[in-house]
């Protein structure tokens, strides 16, 4: 299971994507087009001009930003330019004479913003990929701005009145399927937002929607600067027994790099469990990595987060208060596929049981594996994997190390993501170096279609740096439109270690997964074909935008993807088949941790979700914090202390980082791996690696963006509704 953050939007929070600068064309709404143009021709606002690099279109192909012409300074004013040209394009659709049509209200709004969304696509990239000391200013006096800037919009009653009286003729109009989405996206999106409540009640909304910019923006960046400051320092090397001679020189550098020469510094990664604890022999050292991991801004001092988020709980449960709603996961979770908070707690709490015995009875096994070691203590979590793999190595012959020599990174992207690509769907790949990156590590690719014709451009940024956030993601500088007739510009986010000079790049085999998983969101983008940006690609609801992602991991150990890119780095030779086996069966082996982690995320995501303003409010210092962590997830009856969630709260970027994120919607890894399970059934079911599966789900899926029903655009897809049991024969859950 990945666990992957798709920042698709966020953090840009005008009004989400209604107001990014999206592109469109003008639908038939049923109203007469000579008065409609005649109105239009008497009517011609005055809107100002942006001036400065992101006033006007990129020169570059594709429109990609040109990032050897952008500076630090031009990103505030540009903002600002942004909001102003924006404010000028809303107000001129609210003073139009004209009465309200789909194309003079619904279009214009979806047109309007281009220049903001410019440059926050951009200025959101980098905080988020490069970021420095003058951006991270930026981000905390802007976000506040675009907040309400963004409120100022769909709260605005005015322009809602226009909305209003297109969606209530939307019986008489003749509209396409993709309009229809358009008008009720736009109607729905403006309602959550607050259009319908009184006056007094919109400023609470604002007041609101300003203070959670403010805070989430501090979470993540004291986030960051906590697991930055968290590196595990050792003093010796002998204390790194386990480690390759790669890593330790990597920690050597990373120390002298933090003033500390002589000594080493393990820096940590985003989630709990950290990547190098299985190795290390010396227990104390195990231990200290992952409390530091576990316990990383939650310790008091300027980074700590809990009185932070628990603030924002606090603040999301009163908005929607505000709008009737019981707890903010009632309110959120309007648009997901799921709908309500009762259908994704049942999902996950049916698999609790069988999870929960699988725990138990991994642990024993671990357990029983330590005392063959002669060693005197049970299992806790900085031992788990370590003994895991031992009986990995030893009932399924398996050992992470002995599969890394034939994962070489440039190898798996282009012999492996790019193969499955071109053999489901036709596309080639042509590496370029005339497009300016943001960082000397992103390598540039033009993607063509199946026809030849240029689908859109690939960024690829897979190494782990201070700069950067921890995780992995997919977004775009460019969004497909019609309208604009503007392609895919996409890039993709790892946070691989980085070999130090003169090393091959070897991978482990769960980033050669994040590899093809990341990609896969980065087809759902290429493969967009609407008319709407805000309906575009991975425009999508959240339960439903890594179901995509995660069909494509399946084909990292597809025989023939895999003979074609698993090459070991030394010798060329493939990877023997029987080691890919070992990998499969081993696979359903630990899953008591590898599922049980990300379940009980999800879930500790829905009990900060479910809580009324009263009880959110009661939490209100590092300690409650810390005693409802423990208590919500103590409830559950899975084993936490020896499988803690993916993220405690103190650093969960997911739910607490931005106004919205994934809150109320961390269930949604474990919703689309159902959906993605039953669809690997269904490739192997009829042929597997081919063209014509391709094509298929590429018409009926990921060319679809977010213009239809999900349900609906499964069945389409596999012509059945998603069954669970390929989900739970997949991990191989359950048993005493």
């Known amino acids: 299971m990945k666990a992957h953050l798709l920042a698709r939007t966020a953090p840009l929070t005008i009004a989400a994507a209604l107001l990014a600068g999206c592109a469109t064309t003008y639908g038939d709404d049923g109203v007469n087009p000579i008065a409609d143009a005649q109105a239009a021709a008497d009517y011609s606002p005055e809107i100002p001009e942006g001036t400065g690099y992101f006033a006007s279109d990129s020169t570059l192909p594709f429109l990609a930003p040109d990032f050897s012409k952008i500076s630090e300074d031009d990103y505030l004013p540009a903002f600002e330019q942004g909001m102003s040209i924006h404010q000028a ?22 047109k309007s913003g281009r220049m903001l969304g410019r440059v926050a696509r951009v200025f959101f990239a980098l905080t988020g990929q490069a970021t420095t000391d ?52 736009t109607y729905s999106g403006m309602v959550q937002a607050g259009a319908l409540l009184t006056e007094e009640e919109r400023e609470k909304v604002k007041a609101i929607n300003s203070q959670l910019s403010t805070l989430t923006t501090d979470f993540s960046q004291k986030v960051r600067d906590a697991t930055n400051d968290g590196a595990v320092i050792i003093d010796t090397r002998e204390e790194l027994a386990g480690l390759s001679d790669a890593e330790i020189e990597g920690a050597a550098a990373l120390a002298k790099e933090k003033g500390m020469d002589g000594k080493f510094a393990i820096a940590l990664q985003n989630t709990t469990q950290q990547p190098l604890i299985p190795a290390l022999e010396n227990r104390a050292v195990r231990e200290r990595l992952f409390k530091a991991s576990a316990n990383r801004a939650d310790q008091g001092g300027e980074n700590d987060t809990r009185v932070l988020l628990a603030k924002i709980a606090t603040l999301r449960a009163e908005k929607a208060a505000l709008f009737g709603k019981p707890d903010w996961a009632s309110y959120t979770m309007y648009d997901r596929m799921a709908k309500e908070p009762k259908t994704a707690l049942d999902f996950m709490e049916q698999m609790v049981p069988a999870l929960a015995a699988t725990q138990r009875r991994e642990a024993g096994v671990l357990n029983e594996r330590i005392a063959q070691d002669g060693l005197n203590f049970e299992v806790q979590p900085w031992d788990w994997y370590r003994f895991a793999n031992k009986v990995k190595a030893e009932q399924y012959a398996f050992d992470e190390d002995a599969v890394k020599p034939y994962f070489q990174l440039d190898k798996v992207l282009e012999d492996g993501v790019f193969y499955m690509s071109e053999k489901l769907y036709g596309l080639t790949f042509e590496r370029r170096d005339d497009i300016p990156v943001y960082h000397a590590d992103v390598w540039v690719y033009t993607v063509f279609d199946a026809d030849g014709s240029e689908l859109g451009l690939f960024y690829f940024d897979p190494f782990q740096r201070p700069s950067k956030r921890g995780g992995a993601w997919m977004s ?11 392609k895919p510009v996409i890039y993709n986010v790892l946070n691989i270690p980085k070999a130090a000079d003169g090393e091959v790049q070897l991978v482990s085999f769960d980033w050669v997964e994040t590899t093809f998983h990341e990609f896969g969101h980065a087809l759902h983008g290429f493969f967009a074909d609407q008319r709407y940006e805000s309906l575009s690609g991975t425009a999508t609801a959240r339960d439903f935008v890594e179901y995509p992602s995660q069909v494509h991991e399946m084909w990292a150990t597809y025989p023939e993807v895999l003979q074609n890119y698993a090459k070991h780095y030394e010798t060329g030779e493939t990877i023997p088949m029987e080691l890919v086996e070992k990998i499969q069966a081993a696979s359903k082996f630990n899953q008591g941790y590898d599922f049980g982690e990300v379940v009980t995320a999800a879930l500790l995501d829905m009990k900060w979700h479910a809580l009324t303003p009263e009880q959110a409010a009661a939490i209100d210092t590092p300690e409650k914090v810390n005693a409802f962590e423990r208590s919500s997830l103590g409830e559950l009856g899975l084993e936490i202390d020896l499988v803690p969630p993916r993220y405690r709260s103190n650093y969960f970027n997911h739910i607490f980082s931005s106004p919205a994120g994934y809150s109320a919607g961390y269930y949604s890894y474990l919703w689309t791996e159902m959906l993605d399970k039953d669809s690997r059934a269904w490739f192997l079911e009829n042929g597997g690696l081919t063209r014509k599966n391709g094509d298929h789900y590429r018409k009926t899926v990921l060319s679809r963006g977010g213009t239809m029903d999900y349900f609906e655009m499964y069945r389409t897809f596999a012509g059945r ?14 048993g005493e």
């Open 89 to 110: 394009e809303v107000q001129a659709i609210i003073n139009n004479p004209a009465e309200p049509t789909f194309s003079n209200t619904i279009v214009e709004l979806e």
């Open 134 to 185: 003058q951006l991270d200013a930026i981000n905390q006096e802007i976000s506040p701005k675009l907040t309400a800037h963004g409120d100022a919009i769909t709260l605005n009653p005015e322009l809602f009145a226009r909305v209003k009286a297109v969606y209530d003729n939307r019986a008489a109009m003749a509209m396409t399927v993709e309009d229809a989405k358009l008008l009720e996206e």
């Open 476 to 486: 775009n500088f460019v969004d497909q439109s019609e309208t604009w007739g503007t």
């Open 721 to 734: 509704e998603p069954d669970v049991k390929y989900m739970i024969e997949s991990r191989g859950l359950g």
